[in-house]
């Protein structure tokens, strides 16, 4: 039985990892340290910024101080907001599925995304009233493939629901993701994982629940039988 919906933000609701990719390359090229899309996409994409900074100098065998750690990670946010430009480029069909998706039931979003971020794109999209909560990268400390960050949403939402008869379970969740480590967080967490594949192709999400190209046009009956299904 479906009773939450769990959104990724960055490759979900938000078309933004081309921009996290460029921010990211520039600062890797300021540390001496060439960075393939190839290897941002396979390796560093499900990292927040301070998760994919660190494992890029560490499997390049670098060290920063906590100074230069800083300066790096604010290099970064610099770039991509400058790329970004105010411009909130959203997924084709991704506004109508979060409006219809929480005329029915609570939503949430779990992302290594900032929040600050977050909120703010919700804002200029007018999809800030859809969600009941938000858990962002300053929310909790073990990023995807673990599966805090959707426990916590649903412990958050949990709460905010109290007038319900009793608490949802992670197994009346449907999470939505684009990326192979947030699947496995997902599913790690008890919960169905649809996956979208706007960021890896098909066979790569193949451990989620169902994969679908787009949520254009996605009916929410498909999901509530797979969430039947999945029970």
């Known amino acids: 039985m479906l009773r939450a919906i769990i959104f990724d933000f960055n490759g979900i609701i938000l078309d933004d990892e081309p921009l996290h990719y460029e921010s990211m390359r520039n600062v890797a090229a300021s540390l001496g340290i060439s960075l393939s899309r190839e290897d941002y996409w396979n390796r560093y994409l499900p990292f927040d910024d301070k998760g994919c900074l660190d494992a890029i100098c560490k499997d390049h065998s670098l ?3 906590e100074s230069q750690r ?3 990670l604010g290099d970064k946010s610099e770039f991509y907001h400058r790329m970004l430009q105010d411009r909130y480029p959203l997924f084709p069909g991704v506004a109508d599925f979060v409006r219809a998706a929480a005329s029915k039931y609570p939503l949430a979003i779990a992302s290594g995304a900032k929040r600050d971020d977050i909120e703010r794109t919700l804002r200029a999209s007018g999809l800030s009233q859809c969600f009941r909560v938000i858990v962002g990268a300053e929310d909790f400390t073990l990023g995807k493939p673990h599966p805090e960050s959707f426990l916590l949403a649903l412990d ?16 009346e969740c449907l999470v939505v993701e684009d ?4 699947v496995k967080g997902a599913r790690a967490a008890g919960m169905v994982c649809l996956a979208v594949s706007n960021t890896y192709p098909q ?3 193949a451990a989620a629940s169902l994969v ?3 949520l254009k046009g996605l009916d929410l009956a498909t999901l509530e039988r797979l969430c039947e299904e999945a029970s």
């Open 63 to 65: 060290q920063l101080s």
């Open 212 to 214: 679908v190209s787009t």
């Open 156 to 171: 958050h939402l949990n709460a905010r629901l109290n007038g319900q008869p009793r608490s949802i379970e992670p197994h």
């Open 70 to 72: 800083a300066k790096a």
């Open 203 to 205: 066979e790569r999400l």
């Open 179 to 182: 990326s192979t480590e947030g």
